[in-house]
């Protein structure tokens, strides 16, 4: 499951011209945690746009221009929420932004800029008060912002075309095929349309019915 969440990751951000690099593909053989298996991706936007004064915690695709650089964290534990009680019971998630960890990886960019701390993550709770506490801690524990999953699959699946081959992503070419059998629909916009009111005839006649 890492490999696939982290696949969707990459493509993702390479959908949207970033540069993308991971920092190693091998596990070490020590047993001790590498402070550098902390982070999955460095990518960097070769024409990022000069960012507004605020812009949302949960990133969208719109605010993706605005980032030059960025070091991204892949959590894919796809049934899970990170509500607070569970991001409290892994703290090794924020084990990336420590001082030591985050400073080395900074290294990597070299002097043009400290990159954003990116957590790419599941779910956060729906409820306001919910939501608001995990980003609230997710703030706290010093994370810039984070993207949810269903943003990038649901981007992936749009941008992706039936008719075309995608030979070098294993990814896009299963969506490409499921989109070519009807087993992926696109978003059916009519049924968010408002309802038009019934003329009196009409109205009249279902009545008598």
Known sequence: ???????????????????????RKYIAPSRA???????????SNPHPKEPPREWPFVLGSAELVFIKHAIVVVKGWHTETFSTARLASAPAIFRFVEPKV?????????????PLKILVVPALPHAAQAREQSI?????????????????????????????????????????????YDLIKEPQLELFKPRRKKTGAVAAEQSKG
């Open 1 to 23: 499951m890492p490999a696939v969440s982290e696949m969707i990751v990459r493509e993702y951000f390479e959908l949207h011209e970033f540069l993308v690099r991971q920092h």
């Open 33 to 43: 945690q590498d402070e550098d298996d902390d982070i999955d991706f460095f990518v």
């Open 102 to 114: 985050f400073q080395q990886a900074a290294k990597a960019f070299g002097p043009d800029g400290a």
């Open 136 to 180: 609230n801690l997710l703030r706290t524990k010093g994370i810039d912002a984070v993207i949810p999953f269903r943003t990038m699959l649901a981007e992936l699946v749009a941008e992706t075309e039936p008719n075309r081959n995608y030979q070098k992503s294993d990814l896009l070419q299963i969506i490409r095929i499921l989109k070519n």
